[in-house]
Nanobody, 124 residues
């Protein structure tokens, strides 16, 4: 059974940092696309980072190098390091897994397994 469990969310002031974790079980995630997404109530879900089986990373342009995705294949954990956080980063953050074919990106249609999410709140 595929399971993705996020943790590490919380409340932080603007300019601060958080590291999200996603514990993965039930499949060999090292061969999948892994991604982080976020969603505000009433908004569409948007991708913030993706990493492929070879460690190649993809980010949307609006993040401007503030977030870094990484993974520990030995521990089956996916991470998202978030620095210089802004109030507009406040959202429910999800990790997701999708089948790898040539490349990974941050379109949520490419992912079919999702965690329950962890809340990140950034105050000004």
């Amino acid at each position: 059974q595929v399971q993705l469990v996020e943790s590490g969310g919380g409340s932080v002031q603007a300019g601060g940092s958080l590291r999200l974790s996603c514990a993965v079980s039930g499949f060999t995630y090292a061969t999948y696309c892994m991604g982080w997404f976020r969603q505000l109530p009433g908004n569409e879900r948007e991708g913030v980072a993706a990493i492929d089986p070879y460690g190649r990373r993809t980010y949307p342009g609006f993040l401007k190098d503030r977030f870094i995705i990484s993974k520990d294949n030995a521990k089956n954990i996916l991470y998202l390091q978030m620095d210089s956080l802004k109030p507009e980063d406040t959202a429910l953050y999800y990790c997701a897994a999708g089948t790898f074919y040539r490349a990974c990106d941050v379109r949520d249609s490419k992912y079919d397994s999702w965690g329950q999410g962890t809340q990140v709140t950034v105050s000004s």
